[in-house]
């Protein structure tokens, strides 16, 4: 059953760390770069009763299926540069390889899917060494995928959170490893907020894309929020003339966000029933991404839980415009389907049929 959590207003003491324009620099220095495609699907936005939906096509960024290569190959310039002793990341990626020493250091992460995928091609790009552990159930096609990259995958039976902690016990005491996770915990947030940052060139393009237009809504599919929190840190910005409303949408299954919005404080919760969105099979918010959940979102409707059926309905729908959503980037529209439905939901959203509406399609199909 789909829930819908309004949260309750009261004072915010979030507010936004500075933006880091350097990231879309470095980005642009990597093989392959583009900005991926803002698509504008005039259909969708007569199914939904607004002037204009547009669609941040994530399908292929960098050569990858998904928008993660973009956090985690920030989050490595970072912690590398200064790892190796320089006070600023470097420009490029060619840069980067002249100041590592590529025989002394293996990347670690945890991982559904795509953002070991992501940090498995920084390490190649890097020549590095990459261990990469997955959860329970982490499809056969996924674990090839990864290990094509040249990576170390680790199976395991446990679930996504049980998984991280594992990927981070493996490193303790071991200074030729580095953890790249892209959720925080108390002790451990310098590189998940540097994840958070390299994300933000996302929000840059759509910006540059959209010329100016104003939006009304921005969609975003949450895991452990860390890709919310960059929405956040980009549209909360005193300096951005843009204000949209932001939406978290999220599996009914692994609804951390919208539980712990309707409870006030953050929540784990148990995420051991399958889904068909994996890469927002998450049960506990990212520490650095709580603070600007609770107090960035705004007092209407500021999440929505999905089901399996919807996030497929809205993949097929989006396939048949032309846009190739996984069940993850689909799960944008399948949550603005459900708010906008009812009248009351849509006027909490301010979304009229003047509006313009930004849905994040994290990923492609699988």
């Known amino acids: 059953m789909t829930g819908i959590v309004r949260k309750a207003p009261g004072p ?5 760390k500075p933006l880091e324009h350097a990231a879309i620099t470095f980005h642009s220095s990597m093989p392959g770069y583009r900005p991926t495609p803002l698509v504008a699907l005039p259909e969708l936005a007569a199914e939904l009763g607004v002037a204009a939906v547009f669609v941040k096509d994530e399908s292929e960024r960098l050569g990858l299926p998904a928008f993660k290569i973009l956090g985690a190959s920030w989050a490595v310039n970072r912690a590398l540069s ?5 006070d600023t990341p470097a420009e490029s990626l060619a840069e980067l390889r002249q100041r590592i020493d590529s025989a002394s250091l293996t990347l670690v992460t945890a991982t559904d899917g795509n953002h070991g995928h992501a940090l498995a091609r920084v390490a190649a790009l890097l020549g590095l060494e990459a261990r990469i552990y997955v959860p329970g159930g982490t499809a056969a096609k996924t674990v090839a995928t990864i290990a094509s990259e040249g990576a170390q995958v680790i199976p395991s039976d446990l679930i996504y959170d049980d998984v991280i902690h594992a990927a981070a016990a493996s490193t303790s ?43 009304h809504l921005v969609a975003v599919p949450t895991g452990v929020g860390s890709l919310l929190l960059a929405a956040l840190q980009h549209y909360r910005d005193p300096a951005n003339p843009q204000h949209p409303a932001i939406l978290a949408v999220e599996p009914v299954t692994a609804a951390c966000v919208t539980t712990s919005l309707a409870a006030g404080q953050a929540l784990s919760l148990d995420t051991s029933a399958p889904t068909i969105m994996a890469g927002l099979n998450c049960g506990t918010i990212s520490t650095i991404a709580w603070p600007a959940i609770r107090d960035g979102l705004d007092a209407g409707i500021a999440g929505i839980a999905i089901t399996d059926h919807q996030a497929a309905s809205a993949m097929h729908r989006l396939h048949e415009l032309g846009v190739r959503a996984g069940p993850c980037g689909a799960a944008a529209l399948a949550g603005v389907r459900a708010a906008l439905e009812d009248s009351d939901h849509r006027a909490a959203l301010t979304v009229n049929e003047e509006s313009a509406l930004v849905l994040i399609s994290t990923d492609g199909p699988v």
């Not at 915010?12 to 936004?16: E, F, G, I, S, V």
């Not at 994840?195 to 959209?210: H, K, M, N, P, R």
């Open 12 to 16: 915010r003491k979030w507010k936004p």
């Open 173 to 215: 005491g071991r200074s030729d490893e580095l953890l790249v996770q892209d959720t925080a915990w108390q002790g451990y947030e310098d590189i998940p907020q540097w994840v958070v940052d390299g994300y933000g060139t996302l929000f840059y393009e759509i910006a540059s894309q959209l010329g100016g237009r104003a939006i």
């Open 82 to 86: 200064l790892r190796d002793g320089y």
